[in-house]
């Protein structure tokens, strides 16, 4: 049993997933399961317990979900669309500390130096916009990110991505979470429509559009091939970080990847297919970098928003700050390439 280099403020009921995957030693049980989690969860009731009367106003909102595989941009692309005024968005504090952000304010609070994500060195602080996945995890809901203690089960943990996936109690338990999070998130954020983004949700579009009926998708997509191998890059670092259980070795992992991107890329697409028009906008990776203002322009018209903020002096330099950055393009190597161009040959429709 290893010892993370990093730790996440997991609730109790959240600990009880992942003791399924592996033995958890009496240090973590003690103060990190039993003392911190059952803290976590009491702050969590309490705090969902504030807004329940309220939840339903957030479920008509015209919310806006950034799906996509793993390292297909969706974090550039977050970046540039939380630049809307007209839309708020989860933060690296509010999805790393979800039990709390109500009952401490600690969006006014949250402070730190900027850090660099493992994965691509991107500069991310307590402010910036976040994946939520983190957040529905440490809450307690099910997640394909319980694997990042227990690296050798991440083929279990993706398994059980999909909301229509899970056991009976479990999928309740998520929806009842997730829409929570979302009308916190919006509650927060002097009740805007929230800007949400993670590759998770790529897999649950039925279930976030029928819970959120008015909800929009951003779909954006990238060279498969640089997928592949960024998204191998991504798991690594995840988990030296937080691994407490035996690592996967380099071909369990990149068969993972492989085997599981088919899996994500037909139930987003299926799901996608499903929405009515005005509703799903769809974008290449690398038109988003050539050419961001008109992609995001595009982007606005196709889902019928309001893109005055677009020309703003404001907004222009945080577009060139954000265009400034250059994505790691590492490949494969050769005995993986052609693998992912035969068995990815969806991602190769990508336009």
């Known amino acids: 049993m290893g010892e993370a280099d990093a730790y996440l403020n997991l609730n109790k009921a959240a600990w009880g997933h992942i003791s399924d995957y592996g033995e958890l030693d009496r240090r973590i049980r003690l103060i990190r399961k039993h003392i911190l989690g059952t803290l976590f969860s009491a702050a969590g009731r309490l705090q969902f317990a504030l807004l329940n009367n309220e939840i339903d106003q957030s479920q008509s909102q015209p919310h806006i979900f950034i799906t996509g595989h793993w390292r297909s941009g969706t974090t550039y692309l977050h970046n540039l669309m939380c630049l809307d005024p007209n839309y708020t968005f989860p933060t690296t504090s509010d999805c790393m500390n979800p039990h709390s952000l109500l009952l401490e304010n600690s969006r ?47 083929h279990e943990a993706l398994s059980i991505a999909d909301p229509e996936s899970m056991e009976l109690q479990d999928r309740q338990n998520w929806e009842r979470t997730f829409r929570t999070f979302v009308h ?55 988990f030296e970080l937080y691994a407490i259980g035996p690592s996967i070795n380099d071909d369990d992992l990149r068969e993972t990847i492989l085997k599981n991107g088919t899996t994500l890329e037909r139930k987003m697409s299926d799901a996608l297919g499903k929405l009515t028009k005005g509703r799903v906008a769809f974008l290449d990776y690398e038109n988003l970098v050539h050419a961001p203002t008109s992609e995001l322009q595009k982007i606005y018209e196709t889902l019928n928003l309001d893109s005055s903020h677009l020309i703003s002096t404001q907004s222009m330099q945080a577009i060139k700050k954000h265009k400034a950055y250059k994505a790691l393009n590492e490949m494969p190597p050769p005995e993986w390439r052609t693998r992912v161009l035969s068995e990815w040959n969806n991602f190769t429709s990508y336009r």
């Not at 060195?121 to 694997?147: H, I, K, T, W």
């Not at 951003?218 to 191998?232: M, Q």
């Open 184 to 238: 916190l998130i919006s509650f927060v954020g002097n009740d805007r429509p929230v800007m949400f983004k993670s590759p998770t949700h790529s897999y649950r579009v039925n279930s976030i559009a029928t819970a959120f009926p008015n909800a929009k998708f951003i779909s954006i997509r990238r060279n498969p091939l640089e997928v592949f191998e960024s998204t191998f890059r991504m798991w690594k670092s995840l």
């Open 108 to 154: 006014k609070t949250a402070r730190g130096k900027t850090a660099r994500r493992p994965m691509d060195n991107l500069m991310v602080s307590a402010q910036s916009p976040q994946e939520d996945e983190f957040a529905l995890l440490n809450l307690g809901a099910r997640s394909p990110y319980e694997c990042l203690l227990f690296p050798q089960k991440l």
